[in-house]
């Protein structure tokens, strides 16, 4: 039976329930603003840019709504100078190629469109107040159509969708504010020149006060890839070897950070679109080959693939047994190391942007040793075992030799790179103490004492 | 020796390069005006909607023009009429989910953004003329720099980021205006309006001329990946184990359409984020579950990892001598060719909105078949053969077993999902002639003929 609640009962009920829930207010309140202010510091402190970006975007629009506020600035313009302060909002971006792109695009859109707008008034101004709302109509539905079918052009959405936009946009404003006011000529000038005077404003602060240039984000970014799979395959070796058992977990977040690299293609095709939009700077000189990182992307990617393959066997519930995974332990360990070296040397060279070489020797250690490692699945070592069970580390070593051919394809377009993008030659090897033939180095040895010294942070490197 | 040549001849020679340059020109315009033609009807045939949407956007623009044309509706907004025109260029998107979202985070920022814009001028205004300035500034600056590091908290960034923009927008205009113009308030409720006007007109055209729903393209993007790795794998058993090597070229273009599954990622994000703005329509009812989709493409890019491993086999150097390949050749088609039917019936219950089990029949066959493979592996059958030349095939057969499980678990994320979107119940299966035990089936049998009927277009399934 149920139990019978009087209405009285229900509204004590419902009313306490309220008291509580305002109890708690102020302590879910506290929680939330610390989470927020939590979240707010690891925000600026994983890129402090982010901080002076807000600072800078701050000064511009500032510094823009003097125009308005200066009796001698405000008589040149008039209420015009507004789009000067609109222009800073729209078009300062993190980035000096984003904002300069942005910048120009909304520049020459406007240049244009204000110059076909003025026009189309004119013409439909001859046909009389009656048939000049029909011309001007007409004019903007086919500018509208045929300017929004071409933002479908893949070219022209990657580097000239805002224009395209901008364009529509002041051609209407220019040709139907015809209508109602016939200095239509001084309102496409003014708002040519406010716009103008708000991309450079925009531009100076973006580009003197501490500059991020996306291009250079590219270069690291691109160079980080390649370090993170050489991170993965150090580790490797020594992870899938082990023959304890105890820290099996399925995520180690040390071996995880190559995954981002398997879903880094929009946003470096992104990077690579705005830095074309940057002056030459720096290291990077007008003309820099921007679109040969996205080949050395690619193919890192495609490394990157394999790698995700090798990841799955560390966690594979069929395992090869430790006895007979010791039997290709040693070359396994060593080719994943070679490996590992090759894409770290070849990952701070070209952070650096050196031409070095010495990739390349560990490269053809690895082969050496991938030849060892034919040569051993070749022999008879392997009779008595079950093949089911040899398979994981059979395709490993297979993985690993693959991975060795990835490489030198990365190898191979980081060079070209190198050279189209005139890299210094090095004279020495980038990380010495790394350079030395491993093939005296027993594998047994400690990997942490193999490892590579930390590479010094870019930007010094690039101030030279 | 070199051939001297007088200033005469030198003339001589850039002039007739100038008439041929001169002659080819019109050929030359004529192959590129050619090249347009033929990307644009590429463009158009590919996706119609596009040309749809194209017309959209200038019957929007035009029908917010008349504003301005007609008396008696200029005569309530004056020259602010403009911003509707503006807001239509601005907001009007591809698809429903884009241009309301943009169109509500343009609509909800400018009211805010006009009411504290408003209130700063009051604020400001009480410290005199000369101290107005100075206290605007000041709070241009602060909105300004809150406002733009907001824009990098990631869920900002996916959904309010316009919003953003526009609200430092407005708060300048309305609260920089306020200076020279008295009429503030008037100012923020014309601006408020008009934008309102814009995107209601925007709203209108886009939902009620030919839709398009972007959460229906995720639903049938999510689906078509699905589809794309049972396409390959529907190949890829004849690919690996033919015989003849008359046909091996590299780039089998129909075995490559899962490439695009890889790097899929950023696009669904997208896709996911402006669902999420749009209403409940067809099929798609409110709070669809659209996170989910994400965790379905998720899974289905790992799968079509392990189906970019399988795809090097294919071209791999070292191949598995005929015979022995021949030895595994059966199990390995039939786990390929039920993986491929598991994922294709998927594929096309998930197209069609229909909880279908018939896909679990399917995963369920190929894992007795994965048995039968692993038994043989167990087998000494191999015992002559050099382990090395095994090795890809094998990988095949353990790679083939790695991928019953992905499409396990994409079978289970898609039945979750179609529980929380309530799907339909099938009756009967969805591709009844797929759906036959294939156990009796002979694999040698020409895969032509055990090919799934072509499916109905998705969207006639979903005006049902």
């Avoid at 009796?71 to 609109?86: I, K």
């Amino acid at each position: 039976m149920e139990a019978v609640t009087s209405p009285q009962q229900e509204s004590y009920g419902s009313i306490s329930r309220g008291c509580q829930w305002l109890k708690a207010l102020p302590n879910k309140c506290c929680d939330k603003t610390m989470e927020i202010a939590r979240k707010t510091k690891k925000l600026g402190q994983d890129d402090p840019r982010r901080i002076v970006h807000s600072l800078k975007v701050g000064l511009a629009i500032t510094l823009v709504s003097l125009f308005y506020f200066f009796e001698p600035l405000y008589d040149g313009f008039g209420d015009s100078a507004m789009w000067a302060v609109l222009t800073v909002v729209l078009v300062f971006e993190f980035s000096v190629g984003a904002t300069l792109g942005k910048g120009l695009n909304r520049m020459l859109a406007t240049l244009v469109a204000a110059g076909l707008g003025a026009g189309a008034h004119c013409l439909a101004s001859i046909s009389g107040r009656k048939g000049e709302p029909i011309l001007v109509a007409t004019f903007v539905f086919i500018i509208a159509v045929i300017t929004t079918f071409m933002r479908f052009f893949p070219r022209v959405k990657a580097r000239y969708d805002y224009g395209m936009m901008i364009f529509i946009l002041t051609f209407c404003l220019v040709s139907v504010s015809g209508y109602r006011d016939d200095q239509v000529l001084e309102m496409a000038r003014d708002r040519f020149s406010t716009i103008l005077i708000g991309c450079c404003a925009s531009l100076i602060v973006c580009i003197c006060i501490f500059p991020v240039w996306i291009g250079e984000d590219l270069h690291k970014s691109v160079a980080a890839n390649i370090g993170k799979l050489g991170k993965f395959l150090e580790a490797f070796g020594d992870e899938y070897f082990k023959v304890s058992e105890e820290s099996n977990e399925n995520n180690k977040s040390y071996l995880q950070g190559y995954r981002t690299v398997l879903t880094s293609k929009s946003s470096e095709e992104t990077m690579a679109n705005f830095a074309r939009w940057e002056p030459g700077h720096g290291p990077f000189g007008y003309r820099h080959p921007w679109k040969m990182y996205l080949k050395v992307g690619n193919l890192t990617r495609d490394c990157a693939y394999k790698v995700e393959a090798l990841n799955t066997y560390l966690n594979c519930k069929i395992q090869t047994q430790a006895e007979i995974r010791g039997k290709i332990q040693e070359p396994c360990k060593r080719v994943s190391l070679e490996c590992s070296r090759a894409l770290k040397e070849m990952a701070s060279a070209f952070r650096k942007m050196i031409l070095n070489r010495s990739a390349a020797m560990h490269i053809e250690n690895s082969k050496k040793v991938a030849e060892e490692l034919k040569s051993l699945l070749k022999t008879s070592l392997w009779e008595e075992a079950d093949l089911l069970e040899i398979i994981p580390s059979a395709s490993v070593a297979s993985l690993l030799m693959e991975i060795i051919e990835c490489i030198e394809k990365i190898s191979e377009a980081v060079n070209k790179l190198g050279e189209a993008a005139s890299f210094r030659k090095s004279n020495a090897t980038v990380l010495p103490e790394l350079s030395d033939s491993i093939q005296q180095e027993t594998v047994q040895q400690d990997s942490n004492t193999a490892m590579p010294a930390p590479v010094p942070h870019c930007v010094i490197i690039m101030s030279e």
